[in-house]
T-cell receptor, first 114, second 111 residues
Framework: NAGVTQTPKFQVLKTGQSMTLQCAQD?????MSWYRQDPGMGLRLIHY???????DQGEVPNGYNVSRSTTEDFPLRLLSAAPSQTSVYFC?????????????FGPGTRLTVL | RKEVEQDPGPFNVPEGATVAFNCTYS??????FFWYRQDCRKEPKLLMS???SGNEDGRFTAQLNRASQYISLLIRDSKLSDSATYLC????????????FGSGTRLQVQP
């Protein structure tokens, strides 16, 4: 099993550009989530999903959209990039629907917005 | 007040030392507790869950104190390979289906 995969690993955007961060898992997990990690802030939840077609907002959802058309994929879209979105983005998945079990993380995407 | 608070460190200890980290959480309704380990520029990985009765895994011991709302991680006989950031993770019980991560405590084990 590949586990949780994320692409790209690195990305540089200009302010106002849009892009999609890809996330896929092959463990048949229902629960998937996106976090951002900034220095001194810990991981903060952006959006999460408890199954195909079901998504909900986390702690810091503004400026981001998600969709979940399949169990495997959970892409994160930046609508109009801003320097404040410079961060490391982690996708995670877990068994069950409650999102409180062991989280399996992808390797992360390092995003810089100029 | 942050929902989950940790001392950022760094904790610099010699090989073989015993080191302990604490983490406090704000919501008394919190139900699930974990310690994750994150190596530099890598993703977090589960180190151990924290149960009400405490639990031990080799050199690592985790304990929960509900009355004072903190969890602890004790590492005995520190190895160079233990150098990492240790994240305290809590389900804070607000109904949101997610975990809340502390900002981490950095440990540097020195030869």
């Amino acid at each position: 099993n590949a586990g949780v995969t994320q692409t790209p690993k690195f990305q540089v955007l200009k302010t106002g550009q849009s892009m999609t961060l890809q996330c896929a898992q092959d463990m048949n997990h229902e629960y998937m989530s996106w976090y951002r990690q900034d220095p001194g802030m810990g991981l903060r939840l952006i959006h999460y999903s408890v199954g195909a077609g079901i998504t909900d907002q986390g702690e810091v959802p503004n400026g981001y959209n998600v969709s979940r058309s399949t169990t495997e994929d959970f892409p994160l879209r930046l609508l109009s990039a801003a320097p404040s979105q410079t961060s490391v983005y982690f996708c995670a998945s877990s068994f069950g629907l409650a999102g409180v079990g062991e989280q399996f993380f992808g390797p992360g995407t390092r995003l810089t917005v100029l | 007040r942050k929902e989950v608070e940790q001392d950022p460190g760094p904790f610099n200890v010699p090989e073989g030392a015993t080191v302990a980290f604490n983490c406090t959480y704000s919501n008394s309704a919190s139900q699930s507790f974990f310690w994750y380990r994150q190596d530099c520029r890598k993703e977090p990985k589960l180190l151990m869950s924290v149960y009400s009765s405490g639990n031990e895994d080799g050199r690592f011991t985790a304990q929960l104190n509900r009355a004072s709302q903190y969890i602890s991680l004790l590492i005995r006989d520190s190895k160079l390979s233990d150098s990492a950031t240790y994240l305290c993770v809590v389900n804070i019980g607000t109904g949101r289906r997610a975990l809340t991560f502390g900002s981490g405590t950095r440990l540097q084990v020195q030869p």
